[in-house]
């Protein structure tokens, strides 16, 4: 498995930007994808996360109503629309998959795949 993300970059306080992590290795139907994120000097931390197969999706209380995680089934690639963003936003992001989605999925340890992550550098 592997999963590439890309879209960092840096942005003015209030701007947008769109992250993607491509999947590729197997089907992902039947996993939980996320986004977590690390701050400089900080612990890496949960972002968002969906099914694959669609259904809910689930956010940290400070991205809530700002950010949007979606898949896109036919690219094999899941996105993060990262809006107002904020300079509190400035991180590396990484993407993630949980072969067994369970509960936790705000968890770093229950994620089995990680990407190599895209900076995200939001200026004040």
């Known amino acids: 498995v592997q999963l590439q993300a890309y879209g960092g970059g840096l942005v003015q306080a209030g701007g947008s930007l769109r992250l993607s992590c491509e999947a590729s290795?197997?089907?992902?139907?039947?996993?939980?994808m996320g986004w977590f994120r690390q701050a400089p000097g900080k612990e890496r931390e949960f972002v968002a996360s969906m099914r694959w197969s669609g259904g809910r999706t689930y956010y940290a209380d400070s991205v809530k109503g700002r950010f949007t995680i979606s898949r896109d089934s036919a690219r094999n690639t899941v996105y993060l629309q990262m809006n107002s963003l904020k300079p509190e936003d400035t991180a590396v992001y990484y993407c993630?998959?949980?072969?067994?989605?369970?509960?936790?999925?705000?968890?770093?340890?229950?994620?089995?795949?990680w990407g190599q992550g895209t900076l995200v550098t939001v200026s004040s």
């Open positions: 993630a998959a949980d072969r067994f989605p369970t509960s936790r999925w705000y968890l770093e340890n229950e994620y089995d795949y």
């Open positions: 290795g197997r089907t992902f139907s039947t996993f939980s």
